[in-house]
């Protein structure tokens, strides 16, 4: 079991602290991304994963036999993935430095997509503009697998502000600003930066945001991380997920 440190010092088994202070990779797949893997031997297609870190789930999908684009937007991430591959999958792996909402790719380019805990990373316009463009590069009838932070897990703290705007009916009530403020234990470690905000989602608000893009929503549900170690009391509600297909046409 990998153990390591982020920068205040706790021990959390299985996370590996991102180089660029966005989380962690974590290294226990969820269901979603078991589902994005298990289509990597039958894709007929190559398959992206945006937001790979270190490879999690680029690795097994070559395993599997895939073809795989794998983006991130930290190159020490990429290189680092490229020297874990084995030179039999290396030929079916590239690596793009890339950025969403802005990088991009040829029109029905990919079989799949997975895209695991970067979208809470982006403002409401970029995560619509993002799923608009994971629409254009998937082929018709290709999946596209997503999960977000929800308020419920790490940051539970926020969770009753978020229920608040929720039930206020707010587009995007899972904004949160400030993030120190809210991290479920006292922290006053300057080494802490993280990200200036995060857009903290549910199912229902990524299912929603998919189907405005085109996608038909196949499935959404929270996913349940409490194998979380080392943060405390979790309900099940941790991570949020979406499966969802562009139509056939
Ligand atoms: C919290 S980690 C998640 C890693 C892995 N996908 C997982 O589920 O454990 C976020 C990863 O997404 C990358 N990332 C964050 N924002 C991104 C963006 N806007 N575009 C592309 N990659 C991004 C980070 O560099 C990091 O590797």
Request: charged letters at 25%; proline letters at 7%; a negative charge.
């Amino acid at each position: 079991m990998a153990k390591e440190r982020n920068a205040a010092g706790w021990r959390l088994p299985n996370m590996r602290p991102t180089l660029n202070d966005t989380g962690f990779m974590f290294e226990v797949l969820d269901e979603y991304a078991e589902a994005f893997i298990a289509e990597a031997g039958r894709a007929g297609g190559p398959l992206l994963e945006i937001g790979c870190a270190f490879g999690v789930a680029t690795l097994p999908a070559l395993a599997a036999g895939a073809e795989v684009v794998a983006c991130d937007m930290e190159q020490g991430h990429l290189d680092e993935l490229l020297a874990a591959a084995p030179a039999a999958d290396r030929e079916r792996l590239e690596c793009v430095l890339g950025q969403l909402p802005y990088v991009d790719f040829a029109p029905e380019s990919f079989a799949a997509i997975l895209c695991s805990r970067v979208l809470h990373f982006l403002d409401g316009s970029a995560i619509d503009a993002s799923l608009r463009k994971m629409y254009r590069w998937l082929v018709p009838g290709g999946r596209l697998y997503l999960v977000a932070d929800t308020p419920y897990g790490i940051w539970r703290k926020f969770a009753p502000v978020f229920d608040a705007r929720l039930a206020r009916g707010e587009r995007w009530p899972g904004l949160m600003i400030g993030l120190e403020n809210w991290l479920p234990y006292p922290t006053r470690d300057a080494r802490i930066k993280g990200p200036p905000f995060m857009n903290l989602l549910n199912p229902d608000l990524l299912a929603r945001s998919c189907r405005e893009a085109g996608f038909e929503v196949q499935r959404a549900s929270y996913i349940d991380r409490s194998d979380f170690a080392g943060l405390g009391r979790m309900d099940g509600r941790e991570n949020a997920g979406v499966l969802a297909r562009r139509p056939a046409g």
